[in-house]
Structures are given as structure tokens and as C-alpha cells.
Nanobody, 117 residues
């Protein structure tokens, strides 16, 4: 069992930055692939970024060059640094954990990100 808690969402102006955190507990964090997904109203939940247990990263084309995912295994935490935010980045952002590079079985509760002037 893995418990995930996201934090760091909020309201930011276009061009601004936010850093999301996903704190994990309950299992051996370093073994897990951790991903960030997002879901806008009326849309499906899409992968934003993923980091493997070994530190390899994957990004959606829409966020490449603007978002950076990283992990601190000592703190059992994954971060999503989001720069140059756009209104289309507005969504609820969810943390996900699994033991493979596919969608994992564990989800956090989500954190709202709103990009608006």
C-alpha cells in the first residue's frame, strides 16, 4: 500500500511558476515509478510526466521544456516544477504510483492548478 498526498497547487498568472509536491508513505518509495497526471473539466485524465525508480523521465509533448519532474527518495517526495504556465495548464493534478512504467494503482487526492489573469 502507498499513500500519496499532493500539495502546491493554486492560482497563478500566465507565465508564472508553481512547484507541486507528492509525498508518499507506506512502502519502499524508491522502487516506485511516480507520475503526474492532470484532468481538466470535461476532459480525460492525461499523463504529464513520469519518473522511474532509476530517475529516468518522460514528459508529455505539451509540457516539454517547461515542466521538470524530480524525486528525493530520502524524503519520499516527487516534485513537479512548472514554469511558463499557460491557461491550458489549468487542471486538477494527480500523483500516481506504480511498480512499472504503466499507470499505477495508487492515486493521490489531487491538487487544483489554475492559470488565469
Amino acid at each position: 500500500q502507498v499513500q500519496l498526498v499532493e500539495s502546491g497547487g493554486g492560482l497563478v498568472q500566465p507565465g508564472g511558476s508553481l512547484r507541486l509536491s507528492c509525498a508518499a508513505s507506506g512502502s519502499i518509495f524508491s522502487l516506485y515509478f511516480i507520475s503526474w497526471y492532470r484532468q481538466a473539466p470535461g476532459k480525460q485524465r492525461d499523463l504529464v510526466a513520469r519518473i522511474s525508480s532509476g530517475g529516468s523521465t518522460t514528459y508529455a509533448d505539451s509540457v516539454k521544456g517547461r515542466f521538470t519532474i524530480s524525486r528525493d527518495n530520502a524524503k519520499s517526495t516527487v516534485y513537479l516544477q512548472m514554469n511558463s504556465l499557460k491557461p491550458e495548464d489549468t487542471a486538477v493534478y494527480y500523483c500516481n504510483a506504480g511498480l512499472t512504467g504503466l499507470i499505477g494503482r495508487y492515486w493521490g487526492q489531487g491538487t487544483q492548478v489554475t492559470v488565469s489573469s
